[in-house]
């Protein structure tokens, strides 16, 4: 493996495809969603609805990742170019069906692409003796986000509308996407697991850790989806309030990082419930501290948990499964995971619509974290 498929480029195949999957495709919409509003394009409500419906999209990608009709090779390539579609159509149309479908289209192929990386690219490094590399490929999230936050805050100081936004994030994540294409290698399987190869008796899945998962989603997504937003409220400049999205992204890039020393230490559920407690923190901070420094403390215990919690939760998920019944486990995951993220946006945004605030949602999802963080202490299923 180590020969045929270099760990450096299995790592960098993976970290490039999860900035464009989650970095763009999942959330370019939130740094967006201040310069949609701005040019009065949407309202707060229409961004929750459009945010669900992504993650409806996402959940139904995780359900059925392991059951389209395509080689992992095909398939993964595929899903990237899908992506880089459906971020172009938000900027070549201005109706908001077509934008529920564009969205929902990226969301199913977000959900792909993440169980595909998540399961082979990382059992890759791990077969080639180099599983601490699997923080690089995570902390793609983190520098997709991050990028395409610092290239929020240049668009909006410059004036650049919301519809040239979408449509420069659209080429770009093509232009990775066939980048990506050509440098696939062994790492990803050229053939479906056939049925004769697939557990006989599958290990039964942790659905108290599925439970923990889904409040892990729905926990970060409400400051996934509307931090700007919220910042926005507080100081109206671009050059103060867009910020937060890019330390949300970079909290999240290096938290990836420095993983690996925490798993030597810790078990999988340790380091996920801790992660739970200290992103209630941060859902808290705005509630109880409306500055923008909270806003930018908020997204430090935000972005630096929710995808340390992303590893532990799919390490987890490897550790209870057999190699060959792994992507079952990672899809229950992640299509809890969506669960929770395609309540949230409408949840909040119902809840903000009714109060004028994000509070009370803040406040709600915290209480789910805590309380959903005890399931972890349960003993590990083995």
Known sequence: MTERAPTFRIALIGLAGLALAVGIGRFAFTPLLPMMLADRAITIPGGGLLATFHFVGYLMGALTAARVPLSPRALLPASLAAIGIATLAMGLTGQFWLWVAARWFAGVASAWVLVLIGTHCVNALAEAGRADRQGWVFSGVGAGIAVVGLGCIAMMAGGISSET??????????????????????????????????????????????????????????????????????????????????????????????????????????????????????????????????????????????????????????????????????????????????????????????????????????????????????????
């Open 165 to 382: 936004a979408w449509l420069t994030f659209g080429a770009f994540a093509l232009a990775i996407a066939a980048a990506i294409g050509v440098k696939l290698g062994p790492e990803i399987p050229a053939a479906r697991l056939s049925r004769s190869a697939r557990v006989a008796e599958p290990a039964p899945i942790a659905w108290s850790a599925v439970v923990a998962y889904g409040a892990a989603g729905l926990g970060y997504i409400v400051p996934g989806t509307y931090l700007p937003a919220m910042a926005r409220e507080i100081v109206p400049s671009p050059w103060v309030f867009g910020w937060g999205w890019p330390v949300f992204g970079a909290a999240a890039f290096l938290s990836t990082l420095a993983s690996a020393a925490l798993h030597r230490r810790f078990s999988n559920r340790a380091i996920w419930g801790v992660g739970q407690i200290v992103m209630a923190l941060g859902l808290l901070l705005p509630v109880m501290f409306p500055h923008i420094l909270s806003i930018v403390a908020a997204g430090l215990c935000v972005g630096g948990t929710f995808m340390v919690i992303t590893m532990a939760g799919l390490r987890e998920a490897h550790r209870i499964a057999d190699s060959t019944d792994a992507v079952r486990h990672v899809a229950a995951m992640t299509a809890a995971f969506a669960a929770g993220q395609a309540i949230g946006p409408l949840f909040a945004g119902a809840l903000y619509d009714a109060t004028g605030s994000f509070g009370p949602s803040l406040v709600a999802t915290a209480i789910i974290l805590v309380a959903t963080a005890a399931f972890l202490a349960r003993p590990d299923p083995s």
